[in-house]
């Protein structure tokens, strides 16, 4: 189901999907999806920082709990949300943290992210956050957009573990090689633009594996992130779609269709190349 999680190497639980929220700006249409994601089962938001879209996440979280109509509390949510580039040092993401926390109104956060490797700076970094974590401000505490050498690099000196990766991930770039080293490692991998950001409903590929099963392009995609052991985030703030995209839990791909999608790998970015970015 939409609530079923994966059990970080922390012992916390991570819902296997949630909302992502990039490029939805603060207003009504934010607050409306955050509230009719909640309401349609999903527990998982990811925003951050950069999103500039923080207190709005928080307004519609605060409005979907408020009445007590859906029995939820703050407790049965995961929120993430990601320092950015220009932060990140052990005093500046210290205080990254306190103003994202206090955009989003909370205690706490489920997850936090540093969210690009920027050279030379993540170490320190890492460090305000493993002290955020023993603080107990958060729950979680991860990377995203690492690749193997970062995380190699950052686990030579890191006290504790980054506990999940989020990295871009969809048919065209499959991260086989990331995903087996953080299996090996116990990090969990967590797929951004796991629809290619809409480039991929017309695949022939995917429109015939999706048709097979009588289920849409999209929801084909989602359901082989979550076969593969994949967290995933699809961003729509359409209801119709929140809906859809959620209904991937009453069939099962083949191993034929996942490998055939394994297959449709071309390494082929949407965002930028990690390494090269800062
Ligand atoms: P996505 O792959 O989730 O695609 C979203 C787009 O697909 C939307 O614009 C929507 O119009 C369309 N769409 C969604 N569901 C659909 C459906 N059922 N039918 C037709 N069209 C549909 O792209 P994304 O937003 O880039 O990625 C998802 C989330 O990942 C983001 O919102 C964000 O939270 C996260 N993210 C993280 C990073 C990072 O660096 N860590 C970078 C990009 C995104």
């Known amino acids: 189901s939409l609530q079923a999680t994966t059990t970080l190497s922390n012992g916390v639980r991570m819902p296997w999907f949630g909302l992502g929220v990039f490029k939805v700006e603060e207003g009504a249409e934010l607050v409306e999806a ?14 951050a920082a950069i999103y500039e ?27 993430t949300s990601k320092v950015w580039n220009a932060d990140l040092g052990y005093e500046q993401t210290l205080a990254a943290f306190e103003t994202s ?25 890492w460090r305000a956050l493993e002290a955020l974590y023993k603080q107990g401000r958060v729950k979680a505490i ?8 970062h995380l190699k690099d950052l686990m030579e000196t890191a006290e504790i573990k980054p506990m999940v990766n989020q990295v871009e991930l969809h048919p065209l770039l499959t991260q086989q090689e990331l995903h087996s080293f953080t299996k090996e490692q116990g990090i969990q991998l967590e797929a951004w633009s796991p629809l290619m950001q809409g480039q991929l409903f017309e695949h022939p590929v995917l429109r015939q594996i999706a048709a097979r099963h009588g289920k849409s392009v999209a929801q084909a995609i989602l359901r082989w992130n979550l076969q593969r052991g994949v967290v995933t985030i699809p961003k729509s703030t359409k209801e119709q779609r929140i ?17 055939q999608i394994e297959a449709l790998n071309e390494n082929r970015r949407v965002g930028p190349d990690p390494d090269n970015f800062d």
């Open 34 to 47: 955050i509230k009719a994601a909640i309401k349609h089962g999903y527990r998982s938001i990811d925003t």
């Open 53 to 79: 879209n923080e207190a709005g996440v928080g307004q519609g979280i605060r409005e979907a709990l408020s009445g007590g109509e859906t029995g939820l509390t703050r407790d049965d949510l995961f929120i």
């Open 101 to 125: 926390l206090g955009k989003l109104g909370l205690e706490y956060l489920d997850l936090y992210l540093i969210h690009w490797p920027v050279a030379g700076k993540y170490k320190e970094a």
């Open 142 to 149: 991860g990377v995203s957009n690492f690749q193997i050498h």
């Open 243 to 259: 809906i859809e995209n959620a209904n991937v839990f009453d069939f099962e791909l083949t191993s034929d269709d996942m490998e």
